[in-house]
């Protein structure tokens, strides 16, 4: 069993581990493995019991992926046909967390780089949908999961952004853990391009940013600092955990093996680095 903690003593990190109001899982090589275009889910050994033992104890948790190939409805009925008790509301993805700011910025119009997965939270939430042709008019432009992205759909993003739309990127991560191993995203190398011939930096609405942390906060009714946030990338969930001074929880399950996590600079460090989920089910609170 691997559960060492990373740079807090035993008796402090078991209280910080008593004390979690709320969990959230990443999902892909820490809840389940996939393939390359994240289809074939399948969960990760101790996933199922984990989750299942959490809401029979009332201890709320989440999935946050940074995934944008289905709507964070699509994953939730994914997941619960592979087994997992999840609700619609439990499932979020970075447009989850686009819906949340974009709304509260005033942004009404996005040209959005990716699929219906992305697209569709937007619309029901009464976001104009911008298609990237021409010159367009934007408030904002959003970057995801996009494999189909064309030198046209280049020149629409950048005459938007020229005209003073905001660019966002769902996530900065080169890699996801699939069953095949890593594989590369998308969201980066489109925003690399852009921002490129803008000038203009992205800001992440997805993982690590606290704009997708505090989304997730208040749908599990809880502060930041009261979380636990289970992942397999330093770069995002260790990150945005440290960032809000949550648990910080690593699983080996993914992208990085046990000993990528000895040697991280503090702000990515895990508080606790385990080999499997099922080694949390002794460690977490019996109820909230």
């Given at each position: 069993m691997t559960a060492e903690p990373t740079d807090e003593g035993t008796v402090s990190l078991t209280d910080r581990l008593q004390s979690v109001r709320g969990i959230v899982f990443d999902l892909d090589g820490t809840l389940v493995l996939g393939d390359r275009r994240n289809h074939g889910l399948t969960p990760l050994p101790g996933a199922l019991e984990l989750t299942a033992a959490l809401t029979a104890r009332g201890l709320p948790w989440l999935t946050f992926t940074n995934g944008t190939t289905r709507t964070p409805e699509a994953y939730a009925q994914t997941l619960r046909g592979i087994g997992f008790d999840l609700s619609d509301n439990a499932m979020l993805t970075p447009a989850t967390s686009a819906v949340d700011h974009f709304l509260a910025k005033g942004h009404r119009s996005v040209l959005v780089l990716?699929?219906?997965?992305?697209?569709?939270?937007?619309?029901?939430?009464?976001?104009?949908?911008?298609?990237?042709?021409?010159?367009?008019?934007?408030?904002?432009?959003?970057?995801?999961?996009?494999?189909?992205?064309?030198?046209?759909?280049?020149?629409a993003a950048c005459h938007a952004i020229f005209g003073g739309a905001t660019l966002y990127s769902c996530s900065q991560s080169v890699f996801f853990a699939t069953a095949d191993g890593r594989a590369l995203g998308t969201s980066r190398a489109i925003c690399a391009m852009l921002s490129s011939i803008t000038g203009v930096t992205e800001r992440v609405v997805g993982k690590p940013s606290l704009i997708g942390l505090h989304c997730a906060a208040q749908r599990l009714g809880a502060a930041p600092q009261e979380l636990a946030v289970v992942g397999d990338d330093p770069e995002l969930e260790m990150a945005m955990a440290r960032d809000a001074d949550a648990l910080a929880i690593a699983v080996t399950t993914g992208i990085h093996p046990a000993d990528r996590y000895t040697s991280l600079p503090p702000e990515q460090s895990p508080h606790l680095t385990i080999d499997g989920l099922g080694k949390l089910l002794g460690l977490l609170p019996l109820s909230t």
């Amino acid at each position: 069993m691997t559960a060492e903690p990373t740079d807090e003593g035993t008796v402090s990190l078991t209280d910080r581990l008593q004390s979690v109001r709320g969990i959230v899982f990443d999902l892909d090589g820490t809840l389940v493995l996939g393939d390359r275009r994240n289809h074939g889910l399948t969960p990760l050994p101790g996933a199922l019991e984990l989750t299942a033992a959490l809401t029979a104890r009332g201890l709320p948790w989440l999935t946050f992926t940074n995934g944008t190939t289905r709507t964070p409805e699509a994953y939730a009925q994914t997941l619960r046909g592979i087994g997992f008790d999840l609700s619609d509301n439990a499932m979020l993805t970075p447009a989850t967390s686009a819906v949340d700011h974009f709304l509260a910025k005033g942004h009404r119009s996005v040209l959005v780089l990716g699929g219906e997965g992305l697209k569709e939270p937007l619309r029901q939430a009464g976001i104009e949908i911008v298609e990237p042709k021409g010159k367009p008019e934007a408030d904002a432009v959003l970057a995801g999961w996009y494999r189909e992205f064309t030198m046209d759909d280049l020149e629409a993003a950048c005459h938007a952004i020229f005209g003073g739309a905001t660019l966002y990127s769902c996530s900065q991560s080169v890699f996801f853990a699939t069953a095949d191993g890593r594989a590369l995203g998308t969201s980066r190398a489109i925003c690399a391009m852009l921002s490129s011939i803008t000038g203009v930096t992205e800001r992440v609405v997805g993982k690590p940013s606290l704009i997708g942390l505090h989304c997730a906060a208040q749908r599990l009714g809880a502060a930041p600092q009261e979380l636990a946030v289970v992942g397999d990338d330093p770069e995002l969930e260790m990150a945005m955990a440290r960032d809000a001074d949550a648990l910080a929880i690593a699983v080996t399950t993914g992208i990085h093996p046990a000993d990528r996590y000895t040697s991280l600079p503090p702000e990515q460090s895990p508080h606790l680095t385990i080999d499997g989920l099922g080694k949390l089910l002794g460690l977490l609170p019996l109820s909230t």
